[in-house]
C-alpha cells in the first residue's frame, strides 16, 4: 500500500459545509495526487502536488484546493460541498523509480453530500 | 483534454482461459502507460506498466502489448483465476509530473 492512509474513510455532510480530506504518506515520496471516481467514469485527477508547497490543478479542480505544508500530507479541501461532489476520492502518490511513473493509491474516502 | 477509453465494457471468462482486456488512447504524446486493478471497495492495485518505446512487456502471469500505430493498448492474462475478478483500468501519461488519464474500466468475470 506504499505507506498511504486516508481519513475520514467515509463521511456524510450536508450541501454548503466545508470538508477537509487527508492523505498522509509515510516514505517521503515527493509526487502527491487527488483523484476522484465517480459511477461510469474511471479516475479523474482533482490536483497534483509536487513538493511541499508545490501544487497545481488537474482535469476537475473547481470547487477544490489543496494545501500541502509537509512531505507526508496532502490535504483536499471542499470550500462548500456540493452534491455533485459526491463520490469516492483516492490519494495516490508516485515512486521514485528512474523514470516510471508508477502511481499507488490509498484505500479511498467515501464522501455523500446531502 | 485527451482520454483513454475501452473497447469491451465488460468480460467474462471461465477459469483457467486466458483474457484480453483492451484500451484505446487518443494522445499520441503519451509516453507512459499503466493497467491498474480494482476490487471492490479498495483504490486501484498497479498492474504492469510499459514506456512508448516498447511494444511488449511481460510480468507475472500478464503482458502488455502497445501498438502506438493505432494507438491501442491490451492486457494479457494468463491463466485467469476467480481471484482476477475485477475492473481494470488503464491509464497514460505524457507528462513529467505523472499525471494519470483513465479510461472508464472493464469488468473482468472469471467463473469456476
Known amino acids: 500500500d506504499a505507506g498511504i492512509t486516508q481519513s475520514p474513510r467515509h463521511k456524510v455532510t450536508e450541501t454548503g459545509t466545508p470538508v477537509t480530506l487527508r492523505c498522509h504518506q509515510t516514505e517521503n515520496h515527493r509526487y502527491m495526487y487527488w483523484y476522484r471516481q465517480d459511477p461510469g467514469h474511471g479516475l479523474r485527477l482533482i490536483h497534483y502536488?509536487?513538493?511541499?508547497?508545490?501544487?497545481d490543478k488537474g482535469e476537475v479542480s473547481d470547487g477544490y484546493s489543496v494545501s500541502r505544508s509537509k512531505t507526508e500530507d496532502f490535504l483536499l479541501t471542499l470550500e462548500s460541498a456540493t452534491s455533485s461532489q459526491t463520490s469516492v476520492y483516492f490519494c495516490?502518490?508516485?515512486?521514485?523509480?528512474?523514470?516510471?511513473?508508477?502511481?499507488?493509491f490509498g484505500p479511498g474516502t467515501r464522501l455523500t453530500v446531502t | 483534454g485527451e482520454s483513454v477509453g475501452l473497447h469491451l465494457p465488460t468480460l467474462s471468462v471461465q477459469e483457467g482461459d486466458n483474457s484480453i482486456i483492451n484500451c484505446a488512447y487518443s494522445n499520441s504524446a503519451s509516453d507512459y502507460f499503466i493497467w491498474y486493478k480494482q476490487e471492490s471497495g479498495k483504490g486501484p492495485q498497479f498492474i504492469i506498466d510499459i514506456r512508448s518505446n516498447m511494444d511488449k512487456r511481460q510480468g507475472q502471469r500478464v503482458t502488455v502489448l502497445l501498438n502506438k500505430t493505432v494507438k491501442h493498448l491490451s492486457l494479457q492474462i494468463a491463466a485467469t483465476q476467480p481471484g482476477d475478478s475485477a475492473v481494470y483500468f488503464c491509464a497514460e501519461s505524457g507528462t513529467s509530473y505523472g499525471k494519470l488519464t483513465f479510461g472508464q474500466g472493464t469488468i473482468l468475470t472469471v467463473h469456476p
Open positions: 495516490a502518490i508516485r515512486t521514485n523509480r528512474g523514470s516510471s511513473y508508477e502511481q499507488y
Open positions: 502536488s509536487y513538493g511541499v508547497k508545490d501544487t
